[in-house]
Each structure stands twice: as structure tokens, then as C-alpha cells.
């Protein structure tokens, strides 16, 4: 099994720039969250989705957007990057509602 | 504001010595569960302790949680230089289904 895995590992972007990041589980998981980890700020939660063809927005939803078109992928969609997006990208996934999370190895991106 | 609080925000201790770190929430919770992440990875989790337990135990890992004073503890025993990292807490508030996240202790073990 290979868990979460995510795609690109690392981007560069010029501001105004679109990107799709690309969350995959072989888990079976219901549950998928895309979070953003900030210095000093710890995660903060993006948009989830509870199953297929489902979305919801987190903490900080504004200038992404999200699909659940297939319940084993969950893609994070800048359409016009900004600075102010640098930041590292993690996906996860959960079977259930509020059970342990597990985690992508996460992307680094970086808005020039 | 954020749901969970780490205390202290960086912790330096010897091989060997016991790490603890604490947390402490705002609203009721179903669950906290504590989370490793070491330098540019994602994060593991390491034990979830629901709202009407008290302790739990994970080889040399132990947590507490006092619902009265909305807080929790994770003690690392025999602490290993293996175990730097930063450690985040983690709440499952009630009838919300997503967990919020504290800031995280930033932990180092000296050899």
C-alpha cells in the first residue's frame, strides 16, 4: 500500500499562474482534507470532502477550489496563484469522521 | 482562534531524559489525538484518546486528558534522538467531523 501520496513534491508558480494539485489513497478512506502549514501557524484546513463527489470548505477556502470526481483522489486547484499562497501543501485521508488522519508527504510550493 | 494550544512551543532535553508536552482546547471534543512531523514530512499519528478516556499508553508514549480542564499531556519516556521532531495535538470537536490542529512543540534530543 502506498497510503497518501501527492503530486508535484515541489512547484514553482508565477503570481496569477493555475495549478492542480494531486492527492491519491489506495485506503478505501471516505474522508480527504487538503491543509496548508504555514511557519508558526501549524495546519490549517483548506476544503474536505467526506466521499465522492462531495466538498466542503475548511478554515481558509478563499482562492482554491477542490473535486472529489473519484473517491480515491482529491485535487487542490489554484486558479490565479498569489504570494501570499507560498506555502507547504499537505493532503490526508480518514475513514471516518474525526478517526486518525494519515497523512501525504506534502508539496511545496512557491509563488514568485 | 485555534481549538488546541501546545505548551511549550520548543522543548531541549538530553538522551534519555522524559519530554512532556502539553495541550489545552476550548470546546468540548470526541477525540484528541497526537501527531509526530519530522523536518519536511508529513505528518504520523500516534494515539487517539476519546473524550471519556483518561490515559493510554503507546510503547514509550503516554497520554492524558482532562476533560475538566480541557487539556492533555503526552509524555515521552527514555527519550531518543530519533524522537526530534514536532509534536501536534489535535481536536475532533463535537458534531464537526474535522479535526483542528495546534501549533505544535518543536521537540530536540540531544545525544
Known sequence: NAGVTQTPKFRVLKTGQSMTLLCAQDMNHEYMYWYRQDPGMGLRLIHYSVGEGTTAKGEVPDGYNVSRLKKQNFLLGLESAAPSQTSVYFCASSYGQGETQYFGPGTRLLVL | ?111
Not at chain 2, 522524559?18 to 504520523?44: E, F, H, P
Open chain 2, 1 to 111: 482562534s485555534q481549538q488546541g494550544e501546545e505548551d511549550p512551543q520548543a522543548l531541549s532535553i538530553q538522551e534519555g531524559e522524559n519530554a512532556t508536552m502539553n495541550c489545552s482546547y476550548k470546546t468540548s471534543i470526541n477525540n484528541l489525538q497526537w501527531y509526530r512531523q519530522n523536518s519536511g514530512r508529513g505528518l504520523v499519528h500516534l494515539i487517539l484518546i476519546r473524550s471519556n478516556e483518561r490515559e493510554k499508553h503507546s510503547g514509550r508514549l503516554r497520554v492524558t486528558l482532562d476533560t475538566s480542564k480541557k487539556s492533555s499531556s503526552l509524555l515521552i519516556t527514555a527519550s531518543r534522538a530519533a524522537d526530534t521532531a514536532s509534536y501536534f495535538c489535535a481536536t475532533d470537536a463535537s458534531n464537526t467531523g474535522k479535526l483542528i490542529f495546534g501549533q505544535g512543540t518543536t521537540l530536540q534530543v540531544k545525544p
